[in-house]
């Protein structure tokens, strides 16, 4: 059974007042509330076992490895990875798509060859890419979506030319919140030979997540969105993948041996992950996704479609609301417009009612532009979300409605 109000209670953040008000923290999307087991994880190991990992031979550095490389198993778990060489920790997904941007460019990619992304997009999986436009001379093509928010499949399927050498694309819109056809993305794609990076930053706290089941060959996410710390991330690649791609950074930890004529570099996924690593920020990771699995990933999805039903339902009442994305698969985002009030301004009074959402361009100025909108208020749902916080909101609207 689903005790929402048990499970608030693990996170103390959610019984804050803001303005003499109960905080309404519907920005999940931005970043999740970090229960207490994380916190309490992540203090224990600075207060009792904190040392830098790998290496040392001494019990603080070998308890501090463990807590580490526990924590890479658990994340391989977590998406069914085949291999913890197939788990290479990052700042989060942004920086996993740049390592990929970098190292897939650098090694298998010349000037004219191409990358497809999609109208939807994150910036951090556009502006990568066009870095390497200006670098190395690749192109970027884009994939279509309808005005309900839908990529345009057909549309996309026929982008691909014998140039095409890597899609990537995100899992679930952080602005419309489309759940994009993945496997009929991916196995497209493949029958035309070109490997696809998912950016999963959207989907990976909302539902569950089995790589070798979509056969993606690289999955990015990010901590703090679903439920961890900031600062720490993941990057999935297929091992065969990793195995041939050049190093992301230079330095410590990625290397065999260093010689002022050579460098070797170890296998990876040390071979990404130059400099001491978050080791705290592993172990709060790895925390989190034992929390998300002992709630059931199954179990979230369901409470959160639930309330994105409810919030769509009740929003629909509000005059003049016009919702942005009205996808036929929708996760846990819902993007809207009230009349002519800019969505600042939206914002900012609800947040004198205690509650908080994302207002703005979501960092997706080019999906805006196709839109022909400026931004979009956003409300985003997380595991802890009640269907009275969603009651909330829509009084809080029609509160400030009324003011214009």
């Not at 992540?42 to 580490?68: C, I």
Request: glycine letters at 8%; charged letters at 20%; hydrophobic letters at 40%.
């Amino acid at each position: 059974m689903y005790q929402i109000e048990d499970i608030r209670k693990d996170f103390p953040i959610l019984s804050k007042t803001i303005y003499n008000k109960p905080l309404v923290y519907l920005d999940n999307a931005a970043t999740t509330q970090k229960p207490l087991s994380v916190i309490e994880a992540m203090n224990n190991e600075y207060l009792n076992v904190n040392s830098n990992v790998h290496r040392g031979v001494h019990w603080l550095s070998q308890q501090a490895t463990e807590l580490h490389e526990s924590a890479r198993e658990t994340l391989r778990k977590f998406i069914n990875a085949k291999s913890t060489n197939e788990i290479i920790f990052t700042r989060g997904t942004t920086e996993s798509i740049n390592l990929v941007a970098s190292s897939f460019v650098e090694g298998f990619m010349n000037a004219g060859d191409e990358v497809i992304v999609s109208e939807m997009e994150h910036h951090s999986n556009i502006v990568p890419w066009q870095l390497q436009m200006v670098r190395k001379g690749i192109a970027l093509k884009v994939a279509p979506i309808d005005n309900e928010g839908n990529l345009d499949m057909e549309a996309f399927k026929k982008l691909f030319s014998e140039r095409t050498k890597l899609v990537s694309i995100a899992h679930v819109s952080n602005v419309l919140g489309t759940v994009n056809p993945i496997d009929e993305i991916i196995q497209f794609a493949h029958s035309q030979g070109v490997p696809v990076l998912v950016d999963g930053a959207q989907s990976a706290p909302h539902f569950a997540i089995d790589v070798q089941a979509m056969d993606c060959d690289f999955f990015a996410l990010s901590g703090h969105k679903m439920y961890g710390p900031t600062g720490i991330g993941v990057l999935y690649g297929k091992e065969e993948w990793l195995d041939r791609m050049p190093p992301y950074q230079g330095g410590g930890e990625m290397i065999e041996t260093v010689s002022f004529d050579k460098v070797t570099f170890e296998k990876p996924p040390l071979k990404f992950e130059a400099g001491t690593p978050d080791y705290v920020a592993t172990h709060g990771l790895a925390t989190a996704v034992d929390y998300l699995l002992d709630l059931g990933m199954d179990n979230i999805q369901k409470h959160e479609a639930m309330l994105t039903k409810y919030a769509m339902e009740q929003l629909a009442t509000i005059k003049d609301i016009r919702f942005i994305g009205t996808p036929r698969q929708k996760d846990a985002v819902v993007s809207f417009l009230v009349g002519d009030i800019h969505p600042f301004d939206l914002g900012t009074l609800l947040d004198r009612l205690g509650i908080a959402l994302r207002t703005g361009h979501h960092c997706a100025q080019p999906l805006m532009q196709r839109l022909g909108i400026q931004g979009t208020v956003r409300a985003s749902f997380g595991l802890y979300n009640t269907k009275e916080e969603i009651d909330v909101l829509v009084k809080g609207i029609e509160r400030v409605a009324a003011m214009f």
